[in-house]
């Protein structure tokens, strides 16, 4: 019997696997299952990488983040669409909503309004782009530049016929680059009234992708209905791939016993920082105003200040529910 190794990176994880030869089957496709899998402050169950001929397609994982939110019981944020700023919604620019997405809905979706991120279905593969994201900073201008793809891996999209995310969201879009050019201050300021967020990008996450608000087209709760690939995110019709909450690929914090690294820029200049605040405690919407942020002292451009900031949660609306600041156009 012979003993073949696979390589693959996992959660930034280097990963070794052996497979016996008699586990071989030409020309099908091999579903390898590692049961449990701890990266840093992350725990996974049940880690599916699918082979084919040994060549890696796609590794689909269940993510359980130490955490004190229960994900299985993540409320949906349907509904909760203001035309104000409003704690724990999303008070979008645009309210006439319309168009394709998920159309149908899974077990991970529950009848007392609750869905299980633990559950639901991923988009397979995991394919690397050519990202490219330069920040730049002179005459009190952060300017960033790059073509919106991510450094970190992507699924395979359209979404085929034999990837199980099929049956629900027919995503038929393919990735697109482009080259985009933001310039944003460098030391924002609170506007004297907060403002709406549009629909597409809303901010830029330092691995090179975009995010968008929660909601889908259709003015539901995106993160619970729409399946999104291993690292949260998808394309929308024109090819721009973006995450409507920070990538779990993104934030690696090893321990909660620290403030959350920054994970991006809110189009009005202010950062997005992952789920932990001072100390290391996991915030919840209790914890951030109206626009999804707060202020106290943090580590901005090598310097602690005391400056405004945005969180991500597990809990709608995940990013940013309205501008504090003023957004560039």
Not at 213 to 230: F, K, P, T
């Amino acid at each position: 019997m012979t003993i073949f190794k696979i390589t693959l990176v996992f959660a930034s994880l280097l990963l070794s696997i052996n497979v016996s030869s008699h586990d071989r089957y030409d020309n099908l496709t091999k579903t390898l299952t590692i049961p449990s899998l701890d990266v840093g402050n992350t725990s996974y169950t049940n880690v599916a990488i699918k082979l084919k001929d040994y060549e890696l397609l796609t590794i689909d994982p269940t993510p359980h983040v130490n955490t004190t939110v229960n994900l299985k019981k993540i409320t949906i944020g349907d509904g909760r669409i203001a035309n104000r700023p409003t704690a724990g919604s999303v008070w979008p620019c645009q309210t006439n909503f319309g168009g394709g997405g998920a159309f149908a809905s899974g077990a991970w979706i529950s009848n007392d309004g609750t869905y299980d991120l633990t559950t639901k279905p991923s988009v397979d593969g995991s394919i690397q782009w050519p990202s490219e994201l330069s920040i730049q900073i002179k005459n009190g201008v952060r300017t960033l530049s790059g073509n919106r793809l991510p450094s970190d891996p992507t699924g395979i999209f359209p979404v085929g016929s034999t990837d199980d995310a099929f049956a629900y969201d027919r995503n038929p879009n393919k990735i697109q680059t482009s080259t985009v050019q933001i310039n944003l201050p460098l030391m924002p300021q609170i506007a004297s009234s907060a403002s709406c967020v549009p629909f597409g990008e809303i901010g830029i996450l330092v691995n090179g992708g975009y995010f968008f608000n929660a909601l889908d087209s259709l003015g539901r709760d995106a993160v619970a209905h729409e399946i999104q690939d291993a690292c949260d995110g998808h394309p929308e019709q024109s090819g721009a791939y973006h995450y409507h909450s920070v990538s779990t690929c993104l934030e690696k914090q090893s321990s909660r016993t620290s403030h959350s690294a920054l994970m991006g820029y809110a189009l009005d200049g202010f950062g997005i920082f992952g789920h932990y605040g001072e100390n290391g405690k996991e915030l919840t919407n209790a914890d951030l105003d109206e626009c999804h942020g707060h202020t106290h002292e943090i580590d901005w451009d090598g310097k602690r200040i005391n400056l405004y900031h945005y969180h991500a949660t597990w809990e709608y609306p995940y990013t940013i529910g309205c501008f504090r600041g003023a957004p560039v156009k």
